[in-house]
């Protein structure tokens, strides 16, 4: 299962949306007149409806994901297979915001992973979680005033269930890690893997991290609503996905997630307060009313595709991205 996010699936994994193009030959002379006479209303309807549908912004490379809104309004995200961080406004235009110093490693799920800001007075730092090449370490860093400083090294990366997402709740830096296929090592206090870490977001790369929860597979979508820490676990073999949520006192509420596997790949609020997420599987958001009466169940679907995350905008605007692009939902905003 955590084999499945972040990352590219296989072209035959994937099933490409196209509009039908409908054909019968036999097609009866009144019938062809009746389509010629009201063909022009057909066409203003079906341009109406495009128009309301989700719009392509970016045609990405670099295999884009986790996308963060910005306060005033634009968003950045990341290209995990080239370590360059990219700033946008809503309307798609983009530059080159940061390019990471470390040649990373990428095979598999690895890469530039994740990212979250952090207001310093009137600047925004960025930290970004990826693995480098030189020893395939997980290591976390701020990117503020042009300078890039790490501040952790984790532990040693797999091609799978890395986890890497990060999040803040107030001062502390959280990072998801997945169970960097040693399942038996979940449980263990002794070990990363399979943990939702807090960091010292000004600390030094040898600082060890305090865990608020384990036992988890890859819980690669996670968000912060209102201090509370909600994430969907990847669920190995047949498993239902897990829906979390952790108080700042450490209680943990875990639902099921109804329905077909998702691969849950990112998290994030709507102005009400209901969560989206973004399955990798699923190709699609979803509405994820804040569940409180012990089931999860999805609403309904939301806006564009989605595989490898999802932001909402200072407008309302949900973002997204896919394996070659970035995406705007023009129905929220």
Request: hydrophobic share 40%; net charge negative.
């Amino acid at each position: 299962m955590s084999d499945l996010v972040p990352g590219s699936p296989p072209e035959d994994e994937r099933e490409r949306v196209r509009w039908p193009l409908v054909a019968k030959l036999g097609v009866g002379l009144a019938v062809l007149t009746l389509l010629v006479g009201i063909g022009a209303a057909l066409i203003a309807a079906f341009v109406v409806d495009r128009s309301d549908e989700p719009t392509v912004i970016i045609s990405a490379s670099g295999d884009p994901l986790s996308p963060v809104a910005l306060a005033e309004g634009g968003f950045l995200y990341a290209e995990r297979t080239t370590g360059r961080i990219m700033r946008s406004d809503r309307t798609g235009e983009t530059t080159v915001a940061v390019e990471l110093s470390d040649e990373l490693a990428t095979e598999g799920q690895r890469g530039l992973l994740s990212l979250a800001t952090r207001q310093s007075g009137e600047a925004t730092d960025v930290y970004a979680s990826w693995t480098r090449a030189s020893d395939g370490r997980l290591v976390v860093g701020r990117l503020a005033s042009g300078t890039e400083t790490l501040v952790w090294e984790g532990p040693v990366s797999t091609e799978l269930a890395n986890g890497g997402t990060l999040a803040f709740r107030g001062d502390e830096l959280l990072i998801s890690i997945g169970d960097l296929q040693e399942p038996d090592a979940t449980d263990d206090p002794d070990t990363p893997n399979g943990k939702i870490l807090v960091l010292d977001p000004d600390g030094e790369p040898d600082q060890e991290p305090w865990v608020v929860s384990g036992g988890w597979n890859n819980p690669f979508a996670m968000t912060v609503v209102d201090d509370d820490i909600w994430l969907v676990d990847n669920a190995p073999g047949p498993q239902p996905e897990r829906v979390v949520r952790i108080s700042p006192e450490g209680e943990e509420a875990v639902l099921e997630l109804d329905g077909e596997m998702r691969a849950p790949s990112s998290l994030a609020v709507l102005p009400d307060g209901d969560l989206v997420l973004c399955g990798f599987l699923s190709e699609v958001v979803e509405r994820l009313p804040t569940p409180d009466a012990g089931v999860a169940l999805p609403g309904e679907v939301l806006g564009p595709p989605c595989a490898t995350g999802v932001t909402v905008l200072a407008d309302g605007s949900i973002v997204t991205t896919t394996s070659d692009a970035v995406w705007r939902d023009p129905d929220h905003g």
